[in-house]
């Protein structure tokens, strides 16, 4: 059994660690927030008071936070993660940030005598509760070997993408496809209903044809209640979507698809709606279209 650390016990992180602490392993952790950790500390986790205690205390330290700003924000400073670390010791991020930011920590992780992994993953909270994610991990191959059991533990897959930078990359790359999915989807449901289709049929029928994915699947639901506990905010996806438009940029790609969904999250943030899954967008096309709103 490893001794691990974690720094961001938000919705996927506190879910991650659950499965570890199940698993056997000692985990030390923080939040931003202890109260969001109490369940946590109370089925086995060591509470650590910075993300630099975490560090000293792990030999393999993950992370994962929201954005680069809050990235930069427990691997820096005196109580920063950097600040803990030692040789031979092992960071994971797994974080949807910059890969700009993630090659620049990386080098900095190498200059202390340490081994740095991304390792971003796909699959929403049922997915980190049931330990079928999918892992995307970029870094030295050696190191991702000496984390491959930890990454067992929470995932279903484990793909090694290349190089520090990369699959933070491919990660982004696959996001921007997920709100476009649900565009297309909530296109064609509001299409069929008022065609005078039921909105539950409607979705029914989508789902099972050949267009449906698994994005659809997951959120499609939600054109019929929103879930209880946000998985994924609109205003979170706006965040990534600006990653994939400024990679884009980087790269020469136009990205003319994600540009359209940026505008519709600007305008479901305008509405209110920012704190509230992406799955929105539903509404806001709604808005745009004519008829009754849901």
Do not use: C
């Amino acid at each position: 059994m490893a001794n691990l650390g974690f720094v961001g016990l938000g919705m996927m992180g506190s879910r991650i660690v659950k499965r570890l602490l199940a698993a056997g392993h000692q985990v030390s952790g923080y939040n931003r927030s202890r109260a969001k950790a109490e369940t946590l500390i109370e089925a086995g986790m060591q509470w650590k008071n910075s993300p630099r205690a975490v560090a000293e205390a792990a030999e393999i330290t993950l992370s994962m936070v929201t954005d680069t700003a809050a990235l930069l924000s427990i691997t820096d400073g005196p109580d920063g993660i950097l600040a803990g670390l030692s040789a031979r010791k092992i960071y994971v991020e797994m974080s949807t940030v910059s890969p700009n930011a993630i090659r620049r920590l990386a080098d900095r992780v190498a200059a202390l005598g340490g081994q740095m992994l991304e390792a971003p993953v796909s699959g929403s909270i049922p997915a980190a509760e049931s330990g079928t994610l999918i892992i995307y991990a970029g870094g030295n191959a050696d190191t991702l070997e000496k984390v491959r059991p930890v990454f067992e533990q929470i995932s279903q897959k484990i793909i090694h993408v290349g190089g520090n930078g990369q699959a933070i990359a491919m990660k982004i790359a696959i996001n921007l496809n997920l709100p476009i999915q649900l565009l297309s989807l909530f296109e064609g449901v509001l299409l069929a209903e008022r065609s005078g289709v039921p909105r539950a049929e409607a979705l029914d029928a989508l789902l099972n044809s050949v267009a449906a994915s698994t994005a659809m699947k997951y959120r499609a639901p939600f054109m019929l209640k929103m879930p209880d506990e946000v998985w994924f905010s609109a205003a979170m996806m706006k965040k990534d979507i600006q990653l994939a438009l400024e990679l884009g940029e980087e790269t020469g790609v136009p990205l003319k698809t994600a540009k359209l969904v940026d505008e519709l999250l600007d305008q479901a943030i305008a509405m209110g709606w920012g704190d509230e899954d992406f799955a929105v967008l539903y509404r806001v096309l709604e808005q745009l279209s004519t008829g009754k709103e849901a």
